[in-house]
């Protein structure tokens, strides 16, 4: 009896021992990958697909959502964009070319697109989101189990041993040799947002530590409104556009990316779009001669002016502000206008030059306050910062 149970005690030492090098592999198959070849790009593929389920007038007051809010339920869009690993935890996605059904100049739940690229070898998943179950730093926070070890592969299942919304549960086919996650799927819930997943990482050198292709479903749900969303990107696509085309709004060069054919639901989505474009393109063309510089002015008039040159930026305020005017019977009318210069160097590093400039009319004075503030450390909001000025006595002293 003492010893099948022996027998048994050493199966199980054995067993727990060999799960324990999996994990290993893991963790460790980061640092065994060359980083010669670090700077590293590729074209990526994106469609998604918006569906509300419930809203109320609260969405209008989402950032973001304002779209989802005043439109039609159904949304659906793609995307074409080169994908740059400039360093570890450091890169940049370029868009290059997109269609979608609705508008060509606003973005929904931007956020989502940061679940595209996640970093699964890295601390964090998603730039200090969610804590990844497969690196070293995390492995207390999560429970593993190995089973299905066959052909060279393993499935490893995970779970936090705590319930928080940086921690995620699912699980990943891993390479037992090298530790090189094949597949992983992942869930979990945070800012309100619901996701699930699924990641098929790459095969050789540098690119295994990237995902090939990625598809995640969630949901966002508050105070009554239901949004679902679903997102798929493909990398290492073979098309290469020059880098001139920038978010370039194309339906017909974007039918020639296409990595693969669209849904009859998505040629419903898009036909229904058209349908609407062209009758609201031809009712515009009917008073395009009396009224279009009318519109153009009052844009000009209402709406604040941004345009973007390479890591460059410039904003500048509407030239009829009604928070930039005043008037009192002592210092008679004031008017103000601010512009704003900017350029990052990096995801770190940025420059930027602001500017506010106003005038008196009844005193006959000119004020002007520059502060030039340069960022060394956008994360932790370091920065510093210089100010030129004679001072901003146009508000009112008492506010």
Request: aromatic share 14%; glycine share 6%.
């Amino acid at each position: 009896m003492l010893g099948v149970m022996s027998i048994i005690s050493s199966i199980v030492f054995s067993q727990s021992q060999k799960d324990s090098v999996i994990l290993q592999h893991v963790f460790n198959y980061s640092n065994h990958v060359s980083d010669s070849t670090v700077h590293t790009s590729s074209q990526v593929y994106l469609k998604y697909n918006f569906h509300t389920v419930r809203k109320n007038p609260i969405l209008m007051f989402v950032p973001t959502m304002c779209v989802l809010a005043n439109g039609r339920r159904n949304y659906f869009g793609e995307g074409y964009a080169k994908f740059s690993k400039l360093s570890a935890n450091n890169y940049e996605v370029i868009p290059q070319v997109r269609y979608n059904t609705y508008s060509s100049s606003l973005k929904n739940m931007p956020i989502l697109l940061e679940y595209l690229t996640p970093d699964i070898y890295d601390v964090s998943i998603l730039k200090g989101r969610l804590l990844s179950p497969f690196h070293r730093y995390n492995h207390l926070y999560y429970k593993y189990k190995i089973n299905n070890v066959k052909g060279g592969k393993a499935k490893i299942d995970f779970r936090p041993r705590i319930k928080n919304t940086q921690l995620v549960n699912g699980w990943a086919y891993v390479d037992c040799n090298t530790g090189r996650i094949i597949r992983t799927f992942i869930n979990g819930e945070y800012d309100m947002i619901k996701f699930q997943f699924s990641i098929e990482q790459g095969e050789k050198g540098y690119k295994s530590l990237l995902p090939k292709k990625c598809e995640m479903v969630s949901q966002f749900k508050f105070l009554g409104n239901k949004i679902n969303a679903s997102y798929e990107a493909d990398y290492d696509c073979p098309e290469t556009l020059n880098d001139t085309i920038l978010n370039k709004v194309s339906k017909e060069l974007m039918s020639k990316l296409r990595v693969d054919s669209l849904s009859k639901e998505e040629k419903r989505e898009y036909s229904e779009y058209d349908s609407i474009v062209s009758a609201l393109s031809d009712t515009i063309a009917k008073r395009k001669n009396k009224s279009n510089w009318v519109l153009g002015l009052g844009n000009d008039l209402v709406n604040r002016y941004n345009t973007n040159i390479g890591n460059a930026s410039i904003c500048l305020s509407p030239l009829f502000n009604p928070f930039y005017m005043g008037y009192s019977q002592s210092k008679g009318l004031a008017y103000k206008f601010d512009t704003k210069v900017g350029y990052n160097f990096n995801q770190k590093r940025s420059i930027s030059l602001n500017v506010s400039l106003g005038y008196n009319i009844k005193i006959r004075q000119f004020y002007y306050t520059i502060p030039l503030q340069f960022t060394y450390n956008k994360r932790r909001d370091g920065y510093i910062r210089v100010t030129y000025g004679n001072g901003n006595r146009i508000s009112n002293a008492s506010v």
